[in-house]
Structures are given as C-alpha cells and as structure tokens.
C-alpha cells in the first residue's frame, strides 16, 4: 500500500492567513494527488486534482503543487468557510488512500 | 446535475452482512472513464477507501477488507451495491459512495453522496 502523510495534524490561523499543508507519498505517485475538504455533516468536496488543477467551482485561493512524493495545498487568504478538515488522496496504484487529515481551526 | 444518494440499514448487529445501495443520477456508469466507490469514515477518524467499481465493471477492494467486500452494478437502475460481511462494532463509520472520474494523468472523486452514518451494535 501507498501510505500518505500530512503535516500538520492540526494547525491554527486567522482569517486573511497562508495556510500551507504538506503531503508526502511513500513511494511516486507522479501527480495523482488529490486534495479534499472535509466539513462535519457535509460530504467531502474535492478542492484540487492531478496535485495543481482547481476542481470546477473551487476559489482560487485554493493551491496546489508538487509531484513526485511531496505535495502542497495552499490557501492564499483563508476565509472563515475555510475552516474544515482537509485530505490529500493518491489515486496511483490499485487502491486509493487518504492522509490522516489536517484539521484547520480558528486562532 | 449528478447526484448520489446512500441508502442502507442504520443499525447492524455484529457478525452481521452490511448491504448498502448507491443510487445515482445525472451520468451513466456505462460512459468510459466514469465509476462509483464506496468511502466510509469512522466517527474522528480519516477517509478509508473500500472498494470501487468502473464502467468496465472492473473492481478493486481495500486489501484489508478484501475478504469480506463484494461491489456489483446495475447500469440499467443507475445502482451500486456494496455488502460489507462480518460486520464489527469497529466497522461503525460514515458510508459514503461517490463517483469517479479518470484522466490520463489522475482519477478523483468528483461527486458525493451525503452519506449514511451506520452503527455496528447489539
């Protein structure tokens, strides 16, 4: 299996804040990474495919980048509707996994 | 407009079979590229991916759970069923199905169902 990590577990910011959250795969995973929010009573929304492509719909304060084994999900200027649980995904071998999750909250 | 809906018992007791049903609309499970995965989330705990089915009714199943996972479709009913056996209290999540998507250079979970919260009890 391709196990993904993210750092930070958690972090805190305010609003107007870069955030940047990292994924790293443990092997290649090229560029199928995926990036998701996560609210509670809601159903994930994809954010970012193909670790840099902006999923219809998606702000564009939302970012993402790398390849390879290491990943970035950036928020330009976080919102208060930013804060959520975020998961990076490989879609590389045979079945996907997520990270842990990184939960941002309000400082 | 996609959309998808989980629908399925709330409640199981240990050791038994979990089926679920994934009722979709808006694309066809017929069109290349496109498939249905079964996700579930234990209460404070990360996405688990367990089993996807593609338009060419290929399959694949979480390696831990491979054993006790089956997927079917029925393109004609727009359906997904997943039945999960053995079922254990550890097993007590947040189901989710969602659709898939494949490009040459990644596949995702474009669309989401709402999710089904299933408890695994006596």
């Known amino acids: 299996d391709i196990q993904m990590t993210q750092s930070p577990s958690s972090l805190s910011a305010s609003v107007a804040d870069r955030v940047t959250i990292t994924c790293r795969a443990s092997q290649n995973i090229n560029t199928y990474l995926n990036w998701y929010q996560c609210k509670p009573g809601n159903a994930p929304k994809l954010l970012i495919y193909g670790a840099s492509n902006l999923h219809i719909g998606v702000p564009s304060r939302f970012g993402g980048s790398g390849s390879g084994t290491d990943f970035t999900l950036t928020i330009s200027s976080l919102q208060p509707e930013d804060f959520a649980t975020y998961y990076c995904q490989q879609t590389y071998n045979t079945l996907w996994t997520f990270g842990q999750g990184t939960k941002v909250e309000i400082k | 407009q996609i959309t998808l809906k989980e629908s399925g018992p709330t409640l199981v007791k240990p050791t038994q079979t979990l089926t679920l049903t994934c009722t979709f609309s808006?694309?066809?499970?017929?069109?290349?590229?496109?498939?249905v995965g079964w996700i579930r989330q234990p209460p404070g705990k990360a996405l688990e991916c367990l089993a996807l089915?593609?338009?060419?009714?290929?399959?694949r199943f979480s390696p831990s759970l491979k054993s006790r996972l089956t997927i079917t479709k029925d393109t004609s009913k727009n359906q997904v069923v997943l039945t999960m056996t053995s079922m254990d209290p550890m097993d007590t999540a947040t189901y989710y199905c969602?659709?898939?998507?494949?490009?040459?250079?990644?596949?995702?979970?474009?669309?989401w169902g709402q999710g089904t919260l299933v408890t695994v009890s006596s």
């Open positions: 969602a659709r898939f998507d494949t490009l040459p250079t990644t596949s995702y979970f474009d669309y």
């Open positions: 808006g694309f066809s499970l017929s069109t290349s590229g496109v498939g």
């Open positions: 089915i593609s338009w060419n009714d290929d399959k």
